[in-house]
């Protein structure tokens, strides 16, 4: 599935999974960190640097909704440890 992207400076139509900027941060810590340092991408036309809007991770999920999914999945461990009996 690919994403298509669009080029605030130059206006030009590529995909976004093939320009993804690898910054120092892996793919698993953009749930924690800032949004500007997330997902960049890179244009191939220009060499414009941007935020991608369409980038989906698993071809459904945004990095908010990515963002979402790790924090109901962190509640609901939290609220096993609680409700399960001890051993």
Same mark, same amino acid.
């Given at each position: 599935?690919?994403?298509?992207?669009?080029?605030?400076?130059? /206006?030009?139509?590529?995909?976004?999974?093939?320009? %993804?900027?690898?910054? +120092?941060?892996?793919?698993?810590?953009? !749930? $924690?960190?800032?949004?500007?340092?997330?997902?960049?991408?890179?244009?191939?036309?220009?060499?414009?640097?941007?935020? /991608?809007?369409?980038?989906?991770?698993?071809?459904? %999920?945004?990095?908010? +909704?990515?963002?979402?999914?790790?924090? !109901? $999945?962190?509640?609901?461990?939290?609220?096993?440890?609680?409700?399960?009996?001890?051993?």
């Amino acid at each position: 599935m690919s994403n298509r992207e669009t080029c605030p400076r130059c /206006a030009a139509v590529f995909d976004s999974r093939k320009a %993804l900027v690898r910054s +120092g941060v892996p793919m698993f810590f953009n !749930a $924690i960190t800032p949004r500007h340092v997330q997902m960049q991408v890179r244009c191939p036309n220009c060499g414009h640097h941007f935020a /991608a809007r369409a980038l989906r991770l698993f071809g459904v %999920l945004s990095a908010e +909704g990515l963002r979402w999914v790790l924090v !109901a $999945i962190l509640v609901a461990c939290v609220l096993l440890v609680f409700v399960l009996p001890p051993h």
